[in-house]
């Protein structure tokens, strides 16, 4: 493959946003938990859940802030980067981004800081809302941005305008309720949520095998396991959900993971493991469980699912649609006051193939000069590469199904055995800390690079999407944000592990004080209750 | 869907460019402060308890006040995409120096107080200090740039193809005019954090922040106005020609533009507009003498004022112009050529109705919780949750 502007605007994407995706799944999980453990706090009045909630809470500012420094680049990346893809989808794709800044950003932002500052400004109650608040503030971002998301991956409720030469919504509310987004919605938080409890059963049980703030672990992990079995069954039921999304929208993406290369009798086989072989178009050795992908993708035993060969042909077909369409486009262009109806007419009986022209633009300027075997090469094109697709996807499963193992067993040594945890489960436990982020980057490597060669699905080809930027400036910025992220990245981590050891504050002395203010406080106030105690 | 028919598109693209000052002038009124702290940090806090004191005035309200910038962009994006495509990859390195500058400042922040360290201390100090300083000039060097046009064109499908070497883009954005526009904005942002800081600081730090403030307001009215001169000798204007509908499809290449010899044309056609540099003017005369006397809220607001009309006056100035095209003034971006569709501008005004208001109000509940001036004593006794 030639490594040219698109290569590598694609690879600082996918830097900046898999960086990006380090931190806000904790970020979606850890704010929950959080504000859960201050609710509990709040009923019960004891102060270590005071403690847990502080404590966990300041490793949440640690990281949140990164997720916060990480994400602006990726709200003015797409202009910088990818302007072709911003002036011909900004009209739908905008608008989700837009409304995630005042719906969310807003509310997470400013309530954030009243988390950390309002302590001793706020009653137990205002301090329990603002908690709350942040935690909703941060999963309503992710509604949006998968909102957004979602249209790439299935792009409804929206028309190509020939007079702007862009894509225009006709219909909002199809973009805000699109199966695909919502399926991706509530898996991404679930998959925020498993990472977060992974994190607090992982670093509590670090505290159990030394013997440190057992008190605090023990609750953590009762909480982050009742939490994080519900998330791990939902991260995956809804994985499925996706998967079965896909079987109409995105029948590429789901043959390619499943290195499906021939449609097969319904119902198909599922590949449970294999080596898929791109040239030769076959998957060597492969191990098939019957009827299970039918039943995965269709939900029933006699609907068919295209295997990759037919959609070549068929992509092939739609290409030689688009370039009707295309020509049609050209003609209304030229005449836009006074355009034949005719020529408009078949123009919008293909304009829904326009996408699939633009494939050709890779090869030569204007499509419709195109050789027969360029054609060919196009159609070939909307294949993406498979094994990478094939082994992401199943690694990330595997995954999925050992984090809903692990919950279980936490859960029920949490709920029937007292809360004690054998030494090799807890060993277990801190090792497993990183396998959520690896099973989330492998979800969003799955989703995008299995949507290539499109940045909108069927509409807008990769290719076509980049800004008109030399190899100087991209490559500057790439090595700009790698080498500023990574040096945050180190001084994040150092931050973590300092504070995960250092362990929840204790410090006697400002206890002392804070108790003291907050009796000066107390002797002006008719309802003393309604101010927060210090922790122990 | 029918509803937005009942807004017309030319009053809804009216709107959105309204809105897009407001978001400009509300990302400067509340991150504004941030940026001006951050560059006078140095120099009105020496000794560490000063920078904690100075740094803990913005501390709880920062992250909120950032917002405003993001989304600035994701509205620009939703409601104005083509000037989200021209705009972000024409000014490409400013765009990343100003990123950069962004995303250095939340971890700043957060982990400058974390260790107790002199010189990780130092580190984030000047960090904090160029992620202020650097943006407040850059965004005024932008907007000089869009007052002079910017060299860019489309072509037939809609690409956009910046003219020049690539380090053009970034050195070519440094002409005298752009640096004055940054100098305005750089000295009237450190004004503004001058004034936070005499509302919410005390002592020492108080007393350097008015000093420098108050210089800093002298410069902001004087570059403004010689700015101002500049346009009126100096930098030429556009306009557009020949028939145009103000509700037609958003297609740059639709319409005709051509130069003329100044933007301050404007005044003559609409000279209510002059209001806009009056109140910039008279709101930094006043923040000046605020600053001299001491006085803490009034101040404030005199600064909000001057950064009302300040930014107010280019968008009026320009109108219906957003940025216009220097090399090829036919692909210049209009309010008339430049917007979302009709339903988008339309769904969006409907998403701003509902929650700015409800922005707008829990920000200010936020900011009174918080009211009160940030004291040595409060520094200490919260060290480890403060920053």
């Known amino acids: 493959m030639e490594f040219g502007i698109v290569e590598l605007s694609r690879l600082q994407f996918a830097v900046t946003v898999m960086y990006h995706f380090l931190f806000v799944p904790l970020t979606l999980g850890l704010s929950i938990l959080v504000a859960i453990m201050e609710t509990v706090y709040v009923m019960t009045n004891r102060p270590i859940w005071r403690q847990m909630t502080k404590f966990w809470g300041m490793l949440f500012g640690i990281n949140f802030v990164l997720g916060v420094a990480t994400g602006i680049t990726m709200e003015f990346q797409f202009g910088m980067n990818w302007s072709y893809y911003s002036h011909y989808v900004g009209d739908i794709f905008g608008a989700p981004l837009a409304i995630e800044g005042l719906m969310a950003f807003f509310l997470e932002a400013t309530f954030v800081g009243l988390f950390f500052f309002g302590w001793d400004k706020l009653s137990k109650v205002a301090h329990l809302t603002v908690a709350w608040l942040v935690a909703i503030g941060s999963n309503f971002s992710a509604l949006w941005i998968l909102i957004a998301n979602g249209w790439m991956q299935n792009p409804v409720g929206a028309e190509f305008n020939p007079m702007t030469m862009r894509m225009e919504m006709t219909d909002f509310f199809e973009v805000l309720f699109n199966e695909v987004a919502q399926a991706k919605f509530v898996h991404t938080v679930s998959a925020g949520y498993v990472t977060a409890s992974v994190f607090v059963i992982g670093v509590s049980a670090w505290y159990l095998l030394r013997d440190r703030h057992v008190e605090l672990a023990r609750r953590s992990i009762t909480v982050g396991a009742a939490f994080g079995l519900a998330a791990a069954f939902s991260v995956v039921l809804l994985g499925d959900e996706s998967g079965y999304s896909a079987t109409h929208s995105q029948k590429m993406k789901l043959a390619a993971i499943e290195a499906m290369w021939e449609t097969h009798e319904a119902p198909a086989p599922f590949n449970l493991v294999g080596f898929p072989d791109q040239e030769a178009r076959e998957t060597h050795y492969a191990i098939e469980i019957p009827w299970a992908m039918g039943l995965i993708g269709t939900r029933s035993l006699t609907t068919e699912i295209p295997g990759i060969n037919d959609l070549v042909a068929q992509a092939e077909d739609r290409i030689r649609s688009g370039l009707i369409a295309y020509e049609a486009l050209l003609e209304v262009r030229e005449n836009r006051d006074a355009t034949d109806p005719t020529v408009m007419a078949t123009f919008e009986e293909h304009s829904a193939d326009l996408g699939f022209a633009f494939l050709l633009k890779k090869y030569v300027d204007n499509p419709l000069d195109a050789t027969e075997a360029q054609i060919l090469a196009a159609s070939n094109d909307t294949v993406p590469m498979v094994w990478p697709l094939f082994w992401a996807f199943r690694l990330m499963v595997g995954l999925g199904f050992g984090f809903i193992a692990t919950m279980l067993y936490f859960f029920y040594r949490a709920s029937f055995k007292g809360m004690n945890f054998p030494r090799p489960a807890l060993h277990l436990a801190v090792w497993m800390i990183p396998a959520p982020w690896i099973a989330a980057e492998l979800g969003w490597f799955v989703a995008e690079f299995g949507r290539q060669p499109w940045t909108v699905d069927g509409v807008l080809p990769t290719a076509m999407s980049v800004s008109a930027l030399s190899m100087t400036e991209v490559a500057l910025t790439l090595a700009g944000f790698v080498i500023f992220y990574t040096i945050l990245f180190i001084v994040e981590m150092g931050l973590m592990l300092k504070y995960i050891r250092k362990g929840p504050f204790q410090d006697v002395e400002e206890t002392e004080a804070w108790n003291t203010r907050h009796n000066d406080r107390l002797a002006g106030r008719k309802n003393p209750d309604s101010i927060a105690m210090p922790a122990e | ?387």
């Open chain 2, 1 to 387: 869907m029918i509803l937005h028919e009942l807004m017309s598109y030319e009053l809804l693209r009216v709107i959105w460019w309204s809105l897009l000052g407001v978001l400009l002038i509300g990302f400067a009124l509340t991150d504004g402060f941030d940026m001006g702290v951050g560059a006078l940090l140095p120099f009105v806090a020496k000794t560490d308890i000063e920078r904690r004191i100075a740094i803990n005035t913005v501390g709880p309200v920062w992250e909120g006040n950032q917002v405003w910038f993001i989304l600035g962009g994701g509205a620009i994006f939703a409601a104005w995409p083509p000037l989200y495509a021209v705009s972000f990859s024409g000014f490409y390195l400013a765009m990343f120096v100003i990123l950069a500058a962004f995303i250095v400042r939340p971890v700043a922040f957060k982990y400058r107080s974390k260790r107790d360290d002199p010189r990780w201390r130092s580190v984030w100090d000047w960090s904090l200090f160029a992620s202020g300083a650097i943006p407040a000039l850059l965004f005024g060097v932008a907007v000089g740039n869009v007052i002079q046009g910017v060299p860019f064109h489309f072509t037939d499908d809609l690409h956009t193809i910046y003219e020049g070497a690539w380090y053009m883009k970034f050195i070519g954005l440094l002409d005298p005019f752009s640096i004055l526009a940054g100098v305005v904005s750089f000295a009237m942002l450190v004004m503004h954090g001058g004034a936070w800081l005499t509302l919410k600081a005390q002592g020492v730090v108080q007393l350097r922040a008015r000093m420098i403030g108050s210089i800093a307001a002298l410069v902001a009215v004087g570059a403004y106005v010689l700015a101002g001169l500049w346009m009126a000798v100096g930098i030429e204007g556009y306009r557009i020609v020949g028939d145009y509908v103000t509700n037609g499809p958003s297609n740059p290449l639709h319409f005709e533009v051509e130069r003329t010899s100044t933007w301050l044309s404007a005044y003559a056609d609409r000279p209510w507009i002059t209001v806009a540099p009056l109140i910039g003017i008279v709101g930094g005369l006043l923040t000046f003498l605020g600053l001299r006397a001491g006085r803490e809220v009034s101040t404030l607001l005199f600064s909000k004022m001057a950064i009302l009309g300040v930014i107010s006056s280019v968008g009026l100035t320009m109108f219906p112009f957003i940025m216009p095209s220097s090399s090829d003034p036919q692909s210049s971006l209009t309010v008339w050529n430049s917007s979302s569709s009709h339903l988008t501008l339309f769904i969006m005004l409907v998403a701003t109705a509902i929650f700015m208001p409800l922005i707008l109000m829990y920000t200010a509940w936020v900011y009174k919780v918080l009211w009160g001036k940030v004291t040595e004593a409060d520094v200490s006794e919260n060290s480890h949750s403060v920053y």
